[in-house]
């Protein structure tokens, strides 16, 4: 293995590199499988933990510096060193992960048969779930959603969520890492290969199996029109282009009613509050107008929207056709120092920005039910995530667990136009309709607009910012009112893993204090 001791930061940087050519825009799923091989390879036989570390870096550091790069790019609306500072800032942050996780597989045996890629994969998902939550949480690049285009891949999610596709792909690439590394001895580590391969063929049988069956489901549906409107994030801010802006969001609602939808939506942040509840009164009069043409059609509009006391939320709010709000929710996982800034007191906004107040409810929206009028239920339960909370697995399945009918996701992603971030975004909608067995509906300004199936099959063409004027149509099945494993326990394997994890630093802290005192 000297040629490996001696190109061992090379091997690093491979892995950063293949991990972030398996995510979009690139989406080669299968480099995952073997993304990590080359960081494990590198990891055999280091001197200390230290170098551990550094090795660890490396690789994560490439990754998220290719993942992230669109933070970088957000200067049309901050000053370029605000943003770099904030682009380096974060992924030396997330790198960090990368690097534990390097040197507690350095204290990991290699000899220990299939004990060692279970390992690995214990402690790869213990920190993929740390990751988010800690410091308010920040779950992007899981190595799950790199499957997110392969649908038999990802079919397990409904058991364990994004994770238990993350611990199989883990699992995977360690055995091959085992097996490389002990060739020379392959008849004993016969064990740690077959072991992973078994349960990725379980898992892609399952997933397959899964898929086949889904065809032969019937269900309710319901017709929802997306009104995405492709705003670009300057005109969105200019106070001066919000009348036309708004006439835009009118004018094509009433192009969509022509197809005769049981709802309409509106993206993220399209009006102000005070349109709605009348505040405004000219431009109430004029939304209430638009309400009476296009007749018995409810909508569910994301909004800035200011309470009693002036507090400011961003919210998705449900309104009827005769122009009465319903209900609201307040997005409750806001972005860090896009949407408020954490320690206020004594740090600078990134980008200047009115701050949100954090909601604090899952509530789900009432919105007429008028699919099936033989049906005694008046209304049908939304379930509604803004933008990054669609990243946050846990969160999501609250809504379901509460009875939501159907999930949307309402998003501005104009301020990443031109970069692979919307994709990635738009990569977490499939996991979180799996997990969940429910159909996801995606109205995205800036960003893809589609309908995901309870599979995670993305059965609708796409409304992106090329086709500014255009509305889509989504027929998109109702809830059955069954429960997944993971929306009943969610986090359940991360949890395990963790407590597992901690176990082992314990375990390694006491040896090394027994270790310092007996010399």
């Keep these: ?54 090795i660890g870096y490396v690789s994560g550091f490439l990754f998220f510096a290719g993942l992230l790069i669109a933070i970088a790019l957000l200067y049309p609306y901050a000053n370029i060193f605000t943003t770099l500072l904030g682009y380096f800032l974060l992924v ?118 899964a898929i086949g069956k889904s065809d032969n489901i019937e269900s309710q549906s319901i017709e929802i029109a997306l009104v995405p409107g492709n705003i670009p994030q300057l005109d969105k801010w200019n106070p001066k282009k919000f009348p036309s802006i708004f006439m835009k969001y009118l004018n094509m609602t009433e192009d969509a009613a022509k197809e005769q939808p049981d709802v309409i939506v509106w993206p993220e942040t399209t009006v102000r509050g005070q349109v709605l509840s ?126 939501a009918d159907v999930m949307g996701i309402l998003t501005n992603d104009a301020w990443f136009l031109g970069t692979a971030l919307p994709e990635l975004h738009l990569a977490m909608a499939p996991l979180r309709a799996v997990e969940n067995r429910i159909s996801v509906f995606r109205c995205a300004n800036g960003g893809f607009t589609c309908a995901v199936d309870r599979y995670g099959r993305i059965y609708t063409r796409f409304v992106t910012p090329k086709t500014s004027d255009e509305f889509l149509i989504a027929d998109v099945a109702l809830s059955d009112g069954k429960t997944t494993l993971y929306t009943r326990y969610g986090d359940w394997l991360p949890i395990i893993c963790a407590l597992i994890s901690l176990s082992f630093i314990i375990y390694l802290v006491i040896k090394r204090f027994q270790t310092t005192h007996s010399t």
């Excluded at 995510?23 to 001197?47: H, R, T």
């Excluded at 499957?147 to 999610?157: E, R, T, V």
């Excluded at 018995?296 to 009465?324: F, H, K, Q």
Aim: proline share 5%.
């Design 278 to 403: 009348g505040e405004w009164a000219n431009y109430n009069n004029h939304f209430k107008q638009m309400l009476d043409r296009i007749g018995d059609i409810p909508m569910l509009i994301g909004s800035t929207d200011p309470d009693a006391l002036g507090n400011l939320y961003n919210r998705v709010i449900s309104v009827s056709s005769d122009g009465e709000i319903q209900g609201k929710y307040a997005k409750m996982q806001l972005v860090p120092f896009g949407e408020y800034v954490p320690l206020a007191d004594f740090l600078p906004s990134f980008i200047q920005f009115s701050p949100f107040e954090h909601g604090k409810t899952h509530n789900l929206l009432p919105i007429k039910y008028v699919a099936d009028v033989s049906t005694e239920k008046q209304n049908l339960l939304v379930g509604t995530s803004i933008c990054f909370e669609s990243s946050f697995p846990n969160h999501f399945r609250k809504f379901v667990k509460k009875g």
């Design 1 to 54: 293995m000297s040629f490996v001791k001696r190109y061992r930061y090379l091997f690093a940087a491979g892995t950063g590199i293949l991990l972030f050519c398996s995510f979009p825009s690139v989406n080669f799923f299968p480099f995952a499988w073997i993304g990590l091989v080359p960081l494990l390879v590198a990891l055999d036989g280091v001197e200390n933990w230290k170098m551990a570390f550094r």
């Design 92 to 209: 030396g942050y997330t790198a960090l992960y990368f690097a534990v996780f390097s040197v507690l597989v350095y204290h990991l045996p290699w000899q220990s048969r299939v004990l060692f890629p279970l390992g690995v994969a214990t402690i790869w998902v213990s920190l993929e779930w740390v990751r988010g939550w800690l410091l308010t949480g920040f779950p992007w690049g899981n190595i799950g959603y790199s499957q997110w285009n392969y649908h038999a891949g990802i079919q397990i999610a409904s058991i364990a969520g994004v994770f238990g596709v993350s611990f199989v792909i883990v699992f995977f690439n360690a055995g091959v890492a085992t097996f490389i590394r002990r060739r020379h001895e392959w008849q004993k580590e016969l064990v740690a290969i077959i072991a992973p391969c078994l349960l990725a063929a379980i898992t892609l049988i399952y997933g397959y199996a």
